[in-house]
């Protein structure tokens, strides 16, 4: 291979190959632009996004603003409702315990006195008996 057949195949890969690099750089450059594209819409999809949330936070201080004493002083009275709540509990439970122990006395009392009084009819009962007889 002589020197301008060297030159001529140089000439020909060089074509080729800035044709390949010419190609690819216009994908490149075609791929930058749809990213650019879609990134401009996620922008834009973001900005009202930001603008929907914006108004939600203004919404929501507009409500704390406006129901914030209201629902502190609600708060305050269920935290009291809830305090009477256990304190009405705890009566209950001691009233009920002296209800039961009230209960089992007056159990045994009426048991004891069914006893005795079964006891002296007994008694009677048999000394008729022995009277009859």
Request: proline share 1%.
């Amino acid at each position: 291979m002589d020197e301008k057949d060297f030159q001529r195949l140089l000439e020909a890969n060089t074509a080729q190959i800035l044709a390949h690099f010419n190609a690819t750089t216009a994908e490149i450059r075609s791929d930058f632009r749809e990213l650019r594209r879609e990134f401009t819409a996620l922008d834009e999809k973001f900005n009202g996004l930001r603008g929907e949330f914006n108004e939600l936070r203004r919404e929501f201080t507009v409500m704390r603003d406006t129901f914030g004493p209201e629902l502190e002083f609600l708060r305050h009275q269920v935290e009291g409702l809830s305090e009477a709540v256990a304190l009405v509990n705890e009566r209950l439970t001691r009233e009920t315990a002296d209800i039961r122990d009230e209960m089992r006395r007056g159990f045994a009392d009426t048991h004891a006195l069914i006893q005795r009084s079964h006891g002296s009819l007994d008694r009677r009962v048999t000394a008729l008996e022995a009277k009859f007889q």
